[in-house]
């Protein structure tokens, strides 16, 4: 099926470090979800965007909805090891009937 | 709020024998719950999209007979691999859409049940 495309695919940082991933696709979307999924656990939710332009933050995670509603990226400032993990985005169109399009994942990793 | 509770965390079956894994959102009612497989290290696939009192719509190229969904009420639906076979060996995650509030374009998914066929 369809895809976004997610970008970086892995990174590798230290501690301390800023991180920013970001997806984008050919066809506009009403929502946009940032996840987050460790070893052997379901996405957990990170941040959801419902609006054009939204720029919406959870602690140390910031995430934007693009203007035109093709794009969406995720920050996270000041990394820590515990930030280890898959990242997903997700969009959601109106008429998908509640179906996500998934990003391929950026794996995170965090040096101590 | 938001939660969605899967069991069992994990399955270790026969070959040839059937498992049915339970979704439920346990603080809010689902009128959508999604299932979806996933391989090491890849994005989740949809297998198919389970309505509360209707048939449940499958993706193409998933068997239908061979993962029996059914979605009996706003808050449980089951996932039933029958005649289970190595092949289906995989991380199966479900999802929940909110039927009110500011939740329905939001899914909250899972922790995902581990299935192992020998």
């Known amino acids: 099926g369809q895809q976004l495309n997610q970008s970086p695919q892995s990174m590798f940082i230290q501690e301390g470090e800023d991180v920013s991933m970001n997806c984008t696709s050919s066809s506009i979307f009403n929502t946009w979800l940032w996840y987050k999924q460790e070893p052997g656990e379901g996405p957990v939710l990170l941040i959801a965007l419902y609006k054009a332009g939204e720029l919406t933050s959870n602690g140390r995670l910031t995430a934007q909805f693009g203007i035109t509603r093709k794009d969406s990226f995720l920050n996270i400032s000041a990394s820590i090891p515990s930030d280890v993990g898959i990242y997903f985005c997700?969009?959601?169109?109106?008429?998908?009937?509640?179906?996500?399009?998934f990003g391929q994942g950026t794996i995170l990793t965090v040096h101590p | 709020g938001a939660v969605v509770s899967q069991h069992p965390s994990w399955v270790i079956c026969k070959s040839g024998t059937s498992v049915k894994i339970e979704c439920r959102s346990l603080d809010f009612q689902a009128t959508t719950m999604f299932w979806y497989r996933q391989f090491p290290k890849q994005s989740l696939m949809l297998m198919a999209t389970s309505n509360e009192g209707s048939k449940a719509t499958y993706e193409q190229g998933v068997e239908k007979d061979k993962f029996l969904i059914n979605h009996a009420s706003l808050t449980l639906s089951t996932l039933t691999v029958t005649s289970a076979h190595p092949e289906d060996s995989s991380f199966y995650i479900c999802s929940a859409r909110g039927a009110s509030g500011g939740w329905e374009e939001t899914q909250y998914f899972g922790p995902g049940t581990r299935l192992l066929v020998l």
């Open positions: 997700a969009g959601l169109r109106g008429t998908s009937y509640g179906k996500l399009t």
